[in-house]
T-cell receptor
Framework: AQSVTQLDSQVPVFEEAPVELRCNYSSSVSVYLFWYVQYPNQGLQLLLKYLSGSTLVESINGFEAEFNKSQTSFHLRKPSVHISDTAEYFCAVSDPGSSNTGKLIFGQGTTLQVKP | DGGITQSPKYLFRKEGQNVTLSCEQNLNHDAMYWYRQDPGQGLRLIYYSQIVNDFQKGDIAEGYSVSREKKESFPLTVTSAQKNPTAFYLC???????????FGSGTRLTVV
């Protein structure tokens, strides 16, 4: 069965520093990949997604993620973080066994703590 | 604007009581999902539904029940059989897999 591992539960970083949040998935079968962001006491918001084509995908607020098929990874990066980026981030992968239902498998989440 | 509405935002329940969490969407999405979120445990799937009048158990369905009588609505009932119901509950919907999920803003349930 597909599984998703977010390698860091918490990532503290100073404002304007770069950051990488790591995500690995288990299956090498063709998948769709997503990053979601959750602010305190709110639902999850889609940050970016990889479906096919260019392995580098970008969000409107400066985040980017690179799909690496050989390493089954989809790490999220930002070259310079802001205080407002403090949130929990979830990596999600489509379940190859349910291609028509849209069921996603989520990682455990990584809390990004941006310090002034 | 289209979206998913979860209500109430905060809910308090006495032990032994059933409680129903509401989830309504006006996105015309076929699939709907219920997740439970606990600190450090990520999101765990409770139930999901692909079409009206049909639903499947997720990974932690025990102590929960759902119905899908309308495309727009997917209410979750937390029964007295759920031993540890205090958690943050998230409802989501999707049209097709490549669009990902749209989430509601969540309901925080506390047993008092």
């Amino acid at each position: 069965a597909q599984s998703v591992t977010q390698l860091d539960s918490q990532v503290p970083v100073f404002e304007e520093a770069p950051v990488e949040l790591r995500c690995n998935y288990s299956s090498s079968v063709s998948v769709y990949l997503f990053w979601y962001v959750q602010y305190p006491n709110q639902g999850l918001q889609l940050l970016l997604k990889y479906l096919s084509g260019s392995t580098l995908v970008e969000s409107i607020n400066g985040f980017e993620a690179e799909f690496n098929k050989s390493q089954t990874s989809f790490h999220l990066r930002k070259p310079s973080v802001h205080i407002s980026d403090t949130a929990e981030y979830f990596c999600a992968v489509s379940d190859p066994g349910s291609s028509n239902t849209g069921k996603l498998i989520f990682g455990q989440g990584t809390t990004l703590q941006v310090k002034p | 604007d289209g979206g998913i509405t979860q209500s109430p935002k905060y809910l308090f329940r006495k032990e032994g009581q059933n409680v129903t969490l509401s989830c309504e969407q006006n996105l015309n999405h076929d699939a709907m999902y219920w997740y439970r979120q606990d600190p450090g445990q990520g999101l765990r799937l409770i139930y999901y539904s692909q079409i009206v009048n049909d639903f499947q158990k997720g990974d932690i369905a025990e102590g929960y029940s759902v119905s899908r009588e309308k495309k727009e609505s997917f209410p979750l009932t937390v029964t007295s059989a759920q031993k540890n119901p205090t958690a943050f509950y998230l409802c989501a919907s999707s049209r097709q897999i490549n669009y990902g999920y749209t989430f509601g803003s969540g309901t925080r349930l506390t047993v008092v």
